[in-house]
């Protein structure tokens, strides 16, 4: 059974950190690429960041690049989602994704709150 589990969202004052996680488990995990996306209230689905299957590459959104750093750790099927500098347009549920050809796996997201 195919599971993705995201923690360590919450509330966090604007300027501050967070690092999120993402578990996995019922596929091999270091043949896929791994995203996270965001949604933010009122808004689309959002692109955050990728890293290949090897964690050799990786890309940004243009409204996080230089404050967020994805990374994995393909020995504890984890990836991981460092935030700095966060702002309030950074509040959204944050979701990791899946990706090989034609499968894609989400997990159930984590809601971070950026507010003073």
């Known amino acids: 059974q195919v599971q993705l589990v995201e923690s360590g969202g919450g509330l966090v004052q604007p300027g501050g950190s967070l690092r999120l996680s993402c578990v996995v488990s019922g596929f091999t995990f270091s043949f896929y690429t791994m995203r996270w996306y965001r949604q933010g209230p009122g808004k689309e689905r959002e692109l955050v960041a990728v890293?290949?299957?090897?964690?050799?590459?990786?890309q940004y959104g243009d409204s996080v690049r230089g404050r967020f750093t994805i990374s994995r750790d393909n020995a504890k099927n984890m990836v991981y989602l460092q935030m700095n500098s966060l702002k309030a347009e950074d509040t959204a549920v944050y979701y990791c994704?899946?990706?090989?050809?034609?499968?894609?796996?989400w997990g159930q997201g984590t809601q971070v709150t950026v507010s003073s």
């Open positions: 890293i290949t299957s090897d964690g050799g590459i990786t």
């Open positions: 994704n899946a990706h090989r050809v034609i499968n894609d796996y």
